[in-house]
């Protein structure tokens, strides 16, 4: 089955930084790769997805690269904000119905 | 629109019991999929409904179970319930031909 690697599993930055979380895949086959913010108590909200045919997405302060040869995809997250603090988790997924494989997460705090 | 919906929030068992968990999609989705969240085994994916039928299923024992209505809501099971058993149980529910999955709050099950 489909493993993903996701890396830091915590991150700091200054409040006006920018942040970078990576996730890497082996499944060739897969080809949707959403990202997910989740604070506390609350459920994972989806914050931008990719799909294979695509290199590169952009939604304001946050973008989404992929790299099919390498099988890696980031998340750029710039101009952070106190409100960007929460858990990140990358997924990967085939077409076939949607069964998300996740990362183990990425703790992400803004110092203000 | 109303998001997901998951009831109850919050509940607390004994081992041995079971615990019947209740997930309503967004308007409109007919996919439910079902996953569980701990801290050291992170997001894991249960198994997915579309139309009534269970379409995937992740490598969970025969005790976890579920099933889906005509009107798409989805139930799930679990039976003889084990202190590992305790967890985040998220649904998240997308249309069937795309991917996105939006998340629900979870039902924090807490096995005594």
């Known amino acids: 089955g489909e493993n993903v690697e996701q890396h830091p599993s915590t991150l700091s930055v200054q409040e006006g930084d920018s942040a970078v979380i990576k996730c890497t895949y082996s499944?060739?086959?897969?080809?949707?790769f959403p990202w997910y913010k989740q604070e506390l108590g609350k459920g994972p909200q989806l914050i931008i997805d990719?799909?294979?045919?695509?290199g590169e997405k952009k939604d304001q302060r946050i973008a989404v690269t992929l790299n099919k040869t390498a099988k890696h995809f980031s998340l750029h997250i710039t101009e952070t904000q106190p409100e960007d603090s929460a858990v990140y988790f990358c997924?990967?997924?085939?077409?076939?119905?949607?069964?998300?494989?996740f990362g183990t997460g990425t703790s992400l705090t803004v110092i203000p | 629109k109303a998001g997901v919906t998951q009831t109850p929030r919050y509940l607390i068992k004994t081992r041995g019991q079971q615990v019947t968990l209740s997930c309503s999609p967004i308007?409109?989705?007919?996919?439910v999929s079902w996953y569980q969240q701990t801290p050291g085994q992170g997001l894991q994916f249960l198994f997915e409904?579309?139309?009534?039928?269970?379409?995937n299923k992740g490598n969970f024992p025969g005790r976890f179970s579920g099933r889906q209505f005509s009107n798409s809501r989805s139930e799930m099971n679990v039976s003889t319930l084990e202190l590992g058993d305790s967890a985040l149980y998220l649904c998240?529910?997308?249309?069937?031909?795309?991917?996105?999955?939006?998340f629900g709050p979870g039902t924090r099950l807490t096995v005594l």
């Open positions: 499944d060739s086959a897969s080809n949707y």
């Open positions: 990719i799909r294979s045919n695509v």
């Open positions: 997924a990967a997924s085939r077409n076939t119905g949607n069964q998300f494989y």
């Open positions: 998240a529910t997308a249309v069937s031909h795309r991917n996105e999955q939006f």
């Open positions: 409904y579309f139309s009534e039928t269970q379409r």
């Open positions: 308007s409109g989705h007919r996919s």
